[in-house]
């Protein structure tokens, strides 16, 4: 069984800044990529960044020159730094990890989420 933790989240004003992590625990062998999403509400889930090993690193095009993924392999944690946030960003941030496990396994896995909220 594998676990993805997400934190980081919380409120902050218009032009802040937050990071958010994710770490993925348990019965891992390799990870192909991590990627996060955001829920808003009444709107569906988006893919807002995902980074994939011997890939470069692809952003929906709202965050793109404001967010960046980046990956830490010897930890296992996926990492979103979100600056200069719009009030558009509040979402529920979800972590997503593409797995394998020991036993030969490929998975999709999800975290709980975390909120960010961008209010004034």
């Known amino acids: 069984q594998v676990q993805l933790v997400e934190s980081g989240g919380g409120k902050v004003q218009p032009g802040g800044s937050l990071r958010l992590s994710c770490a993925a625990s348990?019965?891992?062998?390799?990870?192909?990529?991590m990627a996060w999403h955001r829920q808003a509400p009444g709107k569906q889930r988006e893919l807002v960044a995902a980074?994939?090993?011997?890939?470069?690193?692809n952003y929906v095009d709202s965050v793109k020159g404001r967010f960046t993924i980046s990956r830490d392999n010897a930890k296992n944690t996926v990492y979103l730094q979100m600056n200069n946030l719009k009030p558009e960003d509040t979402a529920i941030y979800y972590c997503n990890g593409d797995i394998w496990s020991p036993s030969g396994r490929r998975n999709d896995y999800w975290g709980q989420g975390t909120q960010v909220t961008v209010s004034s």
């Open positions: 980074i994939a090993t011997g890939a470069r690193p």
């Open positions: 348990g019965s891992i062998f390799s990870i192909n990529g």
